[in-house]
């Protein structure tokens, strides 16, 4: 084994080998303190969800719904053992998170005898300060989600869901997992203010990265939205301009500990020399703590009432208001929840205007170069100081020219700063004068110049054998026509993607619209009455299910849309490469069939074959006297599969029979490739359809025996393979 692990790789291992055992050594002598903390965080977990957590979520949930829509909100179990088993799952993760912390500290000094110990170079109370800003900053993330965020969004969800004629009866466990991963990315989401300082302060990602790739951060805050929230546009936009807000604070408080590193001095020229950062900070936390602490207690010894009584009828009618802010009563409502609630909201109206005023001062004045930049010409010398000055490198004057030397020599001069003039005009002069001095002459030149040819040709050569003379069956000649092709489609891109987001947007509204309800209506309206019970419903198990069956179902339809156009305008750069032959017209036909194939299968499929197929299962729930739920997801797919499927399945061996017109593959070579279509059929069978391998089977069986029906057609036509034999054309 010694010839597979390297020296390295070995040391790695048995160094992680002893922190574990010094680890589990510590577990072994502190066991009981660790159990007793998983134990406790499990049991208060446990029964805080069952006792109050369950409700308080639900309240969450339909806090800013109709009572309509609230009414028809459920959340329900589907399994005996779901509520419970969740709980525990959900204690134990609890308990597991509390008691790691507790078992790491305990094995400290085993940790540090071995040196696995991280040296932090920071004083307890800034220890201190950081883990509770982290941990306020997580709460204040999770605060607006439950506050703000969640509510309105189940109310756009559970309203959208009733729109299309379909019930929002959310699944315990879909529900609370949805729950939770938006809370941990809200909470996640908030630590970018200290993610971003503590790189920046630490000099692990500069200042000027964070200022530079800022259309970077809002693309990944917007791809970041699109995977941790509904795909829609209005809660997209809920969670991704609160993050951009907090970017640009977090800017500018990167910038602020970028120059009390860079500077060393809080009252530096870039933070503003009358009044030091620290001077600030105090009394903007002193103005935030008094209207904390203040309103609420104005709340809670009936400020409102004396205002309404005493003080509102004294004011001119043009101001006087007109109906009391209900503070006294919300506060009567929810107790102690909403005296914190107005705290907050006075602690923030108060900060808001002084905050924002601060920061954008803060990102108005220039900041401080870094001692060893990476890029010497972005480097501004305006607000460096004279010691600041001598320990720059030299780069960065070799990177400057004259006039620009000469501007920061004439600034400095403004500012009363004559030393520091002088001083970037005699290290411009000194490092000009040795770059001229170590100038190579020019047969020197030559000869290097000579070198590198030879070198380069020498490595061409060495090359040609990867890139010249491709064998077509060989990967890398795969690879290369498939670009070839990709590149001779990169003008007409521009056209493709109109037209499929024209097809996405035109289907996406008509189903969001209340196309998905019409046709559930129409649909259900065309089954036998014997098997058409009132008490029928279509739910929604998942809060988003209904959101990302309607972008599906658009994003298939919009991709399929542009089959045709990728074949047409690909079709010369793959007849160059051989791989079709000269009748371009194929796929005209091709289009033309397939759309009057899936237009009649469509039509046979919903007025005959699907009512036949669902009627004959929901007969025999009916007859075993159960109520009929069926899940939108499951529901509608069985729809399309039976309707739009037909279509489908009637377009393969037409689509055999264009291709082998077309010249792109033989009758033996579609015989020949028979496995590789049926893996790649059921492949795409499991990626798009339910997850489950009855529907794999379901939809793949079919779609091999069509398959094979094109294969007996093109058998008949060809006489067994032996008339119209296909020959691909050589590459040249």
Not at 174 to 197: H, K, N, R, V
Not at 702 to 716: C, E, Q, R, T
Request: glycine share 8%; proline share 5%; charged share 15%.
């Amino acid at each position: 084994m010694s010839g597979v692990v390297d020296q390295g790789t070995a040391e790695s291992i048995e160094s992680g080998r002893e922190s574990l055992g010094a680890i589990l050594s510590t577990a072994q002598q502190e066991l009981q303190k660790v159990f007793l903390v998983f134990v406790t965080g499990f049991l208060l977990t446990f029964y805080a969800l069952r006792i109050w957590v369950w409700d308080w979520l639900k309240a969450v949930t339909v806090s800013q719904m109709d009572p309509d829509i609230a009414e028809q909100t459920e959340i329900i179990v589907t399994t005996p053992f779901e509520v419970i088993l969740l709980q525990a799952k959900i204690g134990i993760m609890i308990g597991i998170l509390i008691s790691l912390p507790v078992l790491v500290y305990l094995s400290r000094r085993e940790l540090k005898e071995r040196g696995r110990w991280p040296e932090i170079g920071m004083s307890r109370g800034k220890q201190i300060t950081v883990g509770t800003l982290s941990v306020a900053l997580f709460v204040g993330g999770t605060v607006y989600a439950y506050e703000v965020f969640f509510p309105i969004m189940f109310d756009f969800l559970a309203s959208q869901a009733i729109g299309v004629g379909v019930a929002p009866t959310y699944g315990i466990v879909d529900w609370t997992e949805f729950l939770i991963l938006l809370t941990l990315s809200f909470g996640l989401a908030a630590q970018l203010p200290l993610m971003m300082t503590g790189l920046s302060y630490a000099g692990i990602v500069q200042y000027e990265t964070f200022r530079d790739k800022w259309k970077y951060a809002i693309i990944g805050i917007f791809c970041f939205g699109a995977l941790f929230s509904p795909p829609d546009p209005f809660t997209l936009m809920m969670w991704a301009v609160p993050l951009i807000a907090l970017y640009g604070i977090s800017l500018a408080l990167t910038k602020v500990a970028t120059n009390i590193r860079r500077a060393g001095d809080a009252k530096d020229v870039a933070l503003g020399p009358e009044a030091g950062l620290r001077r600030k900070l105090v009394a903007m936390f002193a103005l935030g703590v008094s209207a904390g602490l203040g309103v609420p207690a104005f709340v809670y010894y009936g400020g409102p009432t004396y205002l309404w009584t005493e003080v509102r009828p004294s004011l001119p009618a043009a101001i006087r208001p007109s109906e009391p802010l209900g503070l006294s009563a919300y506060v009567a409502a929810r107790g102690t929840i909403a005296l914190v609630e107005i705290g907050l909201v006075a602690v923030v109206a108060v900060l808001i205007v002084p905050g924002l005023l601060y920061l954008l001062d803060v990102l108005r004045r220039p900041v401080h170069p870094p001692l060893n930049p990476s890029d010497p010409t972005a480097v501004d010398l305006r607000p460096v100081s004279l010691e600041q000055l001598e320990a720059m490198p030299d780069d960065v004057f070799r990177a400057m020219d004259e006039e620009t030397a000469v501007e920061y020599a004439s600034d400095a001069i403004a500012a009363d700063e004559r030393a520091k003039a002088s001083r970037i005009l005699d290290r411009f002069d000194a490092v000009h004068e040795e770059a001229d001095e170590s100038e190579q002459p020019p047969d020197e030149d030559a000869e290097a110049q000579s070198t590198g040819e030879v070198v380069q040709d020498t490595a061409t050569g060495m090359m040609s054998a990867f890139t010249d003379e491709q064998d077509e069956d060989d990967i890398g000649g795969y690879i290369h026509d498939i670009r070839f092709i990709a590149d001779s489609l990169r003008s007409r891109m521009f056209h493709m993607f109109i037209v499929f987001a024209v097809v996405l947007a035109a289907v996406f509204t008509f189903l969001y619209q209340g196309g998905l309800g019409y046709i559930k209506d129409d649909f259900v309206g065309r089954m036998p009455a014997a098997v058409r019970p009132e008490e029928m419903t279509i739910i929604a198990l998942h809060p988003v299910e209904v959101l990302i069956f309607i972008v599906k179902v658009s994003t298939i339809l919009g991709a399929f849309t542009v089959v045709p156009m990728i074949l047409y305008y690909a079709w010369p750069s793959m007849q160059e490469l051989g791989w079709v032959g000269e009748r371009r017209d194929v796929i005209f036909k091709w289009t033309a069939g397939t759309v009057l194939a899936l237009i009649g299968g469509t039509v046979l499929g919903y007025f005959v074959i699907a009512p036949g197929i669902i009627s004959y299962l929901v007969y025999d729930a009916l007859q075993a006297g159960m109520i009929i739920s069926y899940r939108i997801n499951s529901f509608a797919w069985l729809i399309i599969f039976t309707t739009v499927g037909v279509g489908l399945l009637a377009i393969i061996p037409y689509t055999m029979w264009m291709l082998y017109l077309g010249g792109i593959a033989s009758y033996g070579a579609m015989r020949d490739r028979w496995r590789e279509v049926t893996i790649a059929a059921f492949v795409l069978a499991g990626m798009f359809t339910p997850a489950t391998v009855l529907t794999m089977f379901i939809v793949g069986i079919p779609v091999m025996i069509f398959y094979w029906v094109g294969l007996a057609g093109l058998w008949l036509a060809t006489l067994g393979g032996r008339r119209g034999r296909y020959v691909r054309p050589q590459t040249t």
